[in-house]
């Protein structure tokens, strides 16, 4: 998947994406990075909604594992089973979320699960920035479903 298509997708079947007006900055095998603009993503204050922020992040750790798993030709649905996020500082900006796995040598692991038995876990990360500064970081833990066990 290129770039584009992956922001199109997200657009077409996460809504809050598109509302968020979420763009796609990198897609590589091993990260991905999403931004979205403040205006959108506003809070009372001015800065960045923690849901925002959040939702973000989420997006961004789903899009990693999602375009990984279509890579090798698996099909699945994807879902986050539980997260943390940590709010380092206010967001007055546009800001980015880096997606990257939290444990990458249990990928192998984790795909030979879900081929076998239908159903496995996985954890990704993502650093939240604006202006290149660290403003918050996300941990992940995400059920893949074989497509014949939903």
Do not use: C
């Not at 800001?95 to 239908?118: I, N, V």
Request: hydrophobic share 45%; net charge positive.
């Amino acid at each position: 998947m290129t770039p584009k298509e992956i922001e199109r997708y997200l657009h077409q079947h996460i809504p809050l994406s598109r509302d968020m007006a979420v763009s796609v900055l990198a897609l590589e095998r091993d990260a991905v990075v999403l931004r979205a603009p403040l205006k959108p993503n506003k809070n009372h204050r001015d800065t960045v909604f923690g849901g925002s922020a959040a939702a973000l992040a989420i997006l961004a750790s789903w899009s990693l594992l999602h375009t990984r798993l279509r890579a090798q030709g698996i099909e699945s649905r994807l879902v986050i089973q539980r997260h943390t996020m940590e709010y380092e500082r206010p967001i007055v900006g546009a800001f980015t979320a880096s997606a990257t796995l939290s444990e990458p040598e249990k990928w192998d692991a984790f795909t030979r699960m879900l081929t076998r038995k239908g159903k496995a876990r996985v954890t990704a990360g993502a650093v939240l920035e604006h202006e290149e500064v660290i403003v918050g970081r996300f941990r992940g833990e995400f059920v893949a479903l074989a497509p014949d066990g939903y």
